[in-house]
Nanobody
Framework: QVRLVESGGGLVQAGESLRLTCEASGTTSRLNAMGWFRQAPGKERERVTH???????NIADSFKGRVAISRDDNKNIVYLQMNSLKPEDTAVYYC?????????WGQGTLVTVSS
Protein backbone atom coordinates (compact mmCIF):
# COMPACT_ATOMS: atom_id res chain seq x y z
CA GLN A 1 0.00 0.00 0.00
CA VAL A 2 2.97 2.34 0.48
CA ARG A 3 4.50 4.05 -2.52
CA LEU A 4 7.75 6.01 -2.44
CA VAL A 5 8.56 8.67 -5.02
CA GLU A 6 11.93 10.42 -5.15
CA SER A 7 12.54 13.82 -6.67
CA GLY A 8 15.22 16.48 -6.78
CA GLY A 9 17.89 14.74 -8.80
CA GLY A 10 19.61 16.35 -11.71
CA LEU A 11 22.88 17.77 -12.94
CA VAL A 12 25.08 19.60 -10.47
CA GLN A 13 28.65 20.82 -10.55
CA ALA A 14 31.30 19.48 -8.22
CA GLY A 15 31.34 21.29 -4.89
CA GLU A 16 27.68 22.24 -5.03
CA SER A 17 24.79 20.96 -2.93
CA LEU A 18 21.56 19.17 -3.66
CA ARG A 19 18.52 18.14 -1.68
CA LEU A 20 16.52 15.08 -2.59
CA THR A 21 12.96 14.45 -1.49
CA CYS A 22 11.13 11.21 -0.93
CA GLU A 23 7.38 11.27 -0.48
CA ALA A 24 5.49 8.29 0.88
CA SER A 25 1.88 7.90 -0.10
CA GLY A 26 -0.83 5.35 0.43
CA THR A 27 -1.07 3.73 3.82
CA THR A 28 1.69 5.43 5.78
CA SER A 29 0.63 4.61 9.34
CA ARG A 30 3.10 1.73 9.62
CA LEU A 31 6.14 3.59 8.32
CA ASN A 32 9.18 3.06 10.48
CA ALA A 33 12.71 3.81 9.37
CA MET A 34 13.22 5.74 6.16
CA GLY A 35 16.46 6.36 4.36
CA TRP A 36 18.50 6.57 1.23
CA PHE A 37 20.65 4.23 -0.82
CA ARG A 38 22.53 4.89 -4.00
CA GLN A 39 23.84 2.86 -6.89
CA ALA A 40 26.57 4.14 -9.16
CA PRO A 41 27.02 2.77 -12.68
CA GLY A 42 28.49 -0.70 -12.51
CA LYS A 43 28.50 -0.70 -8.71
CA GLU A 44 26.41 -2.36 -6.05
CA ARG A 45 23.76 -0.48 -4.15
CA GLU A 46 25.03 1.05 -0.92
CA ARG A 47 23.36 2.62 2.06
CA VAL A 48 23.81 6.36 2.48
CA THR A 49 21.76 7.18 5.56
CA HIS A 50 18.56 6.37 7.38
CA UNK A 51 16.41 7.78 10.14
CA UNK A 52 14.20 5.89 12.52
CA UNK A 53 10.62 6.80 13.30
CA UNK A 54 11.87 7.94 16.69
CA UNK A 55 14.27 10.43 15.13
CA UNK A 56 17.56 8.58 15.45
CA UNK A 57 19.85 9.29 12.51
CA ASN A 58 22.49 7.03 11.10
CA ILE A 59 24.90 8.03 8.35
CA ALA A 60 27.24 5.61 6.67
CA ASP A 61 30.87 6.35 7.48
CA SER A 62 31.84 7.40 3.98
CA PHE A 63 29.13 10.07 3.92
CA LYS A 64 29.60 11.63 7.35
CA GLY A 65 30.16 15.35 7.16
CA ARG A 66 28.55 15.73 3.74
CA VAL A 67 25.08 14.26 4.18
CA ALA A 68 22.10 15.05 6.38
CA ILE A 69 18.73 13.37 6.61
CA SER A 70 15.50 14.80 7.93
CA ARG A 71 11.83 13.87 8.08
CA ASP A 72 8.72 15.99 8.31
CA ASP A 73 6.42 15.95 11.33
CA ASN A 74 4.20 13.29 9.83
CA LYS A 75 7.26 11.21 8.90
CA ASN A 76 5.93 10.53 5.45
CA ILE A 77 8.52 12.72 3.72
CA VAL A 78 12.24 12.28 4.04
CA TYR A 79 14.93 14.57 2.70
CA LEU A 80 18.53 13.94 1.80
CA GLN A 81 20.77 17.01 1.91
CA MET A 82 24.08 16.47 0.16
CA ASN A 83 26.90 18.98 0.23
CA SER A 84 30.32 19.20 -1.38
CA LEU A 85 29.28 16.86 -4.14
CA LYS A 86 31.97 15.06 -6.10
CA PRO A 87 31.86 13.37 -9.50
CA GLU A 88 32.02 10.00 -7.75
CA ASP A 89 28.68 10.84 -6.12
CA THR A 90 27.05 10.35 -9.51
CA ALA A 91 24.49 7.62 -8.97
CA VAL A 92 20.84 6.76 -8.86
CA TYR A 93 19.61 7.58 -5.38
CA TYR A 94 16.84 5.39 -3.99
CA CYS A 95 14.47 6.07 -1.15
CA UNK A 96 13.89 3.17 1.20
CA UNK A 97 11.39 2.68 3.98
CA UNK A 98 10.01 0.02 6.24
CA UNK A 99 6.27 -0.49 6.07
CA UNK A 100 6.19 -2.17 9.43
CA UNK A 101 8.82 -4.80 8.79
CA UNK A 102 8.40 -4.86 5.02
CA UNK A 103 10.98 -2.98 2.94
CA UNK A 104 9.69 -0.59 0.29
CA TRP A 105 11.73 1.05 -2.46
CA GLY A 106 11.24 4.02 -4.71
CA GLN A 107 12.20 4.06 -8.37
CA GLY A 108 15.21 6.28 -7.81
CA THR A 109 16.34 9.70 -8.94
CA LEU A 110 19.51 10.28 -10.91
CA VAL A 111 22.16 12.63 -9.59
CA THR A 112 24.93 13.56 -11.99
CA VAL A 113 27.90 15.54 -10.69
CA SER A 114 30.06 17.13 -13.34
CA SER A 115 33.71 18.04 -13.02
Amino acid sequence: QVRLVESGGGLVQAGESLRLTCEASGTTSRLNAMGWFRQAPGKERERVTHMSAGGTRNIADSFKGRVAISRDDNKNIVYLQMNSLKPEDTAVYYCNAKDGSIPVWGQGTLVTVSS
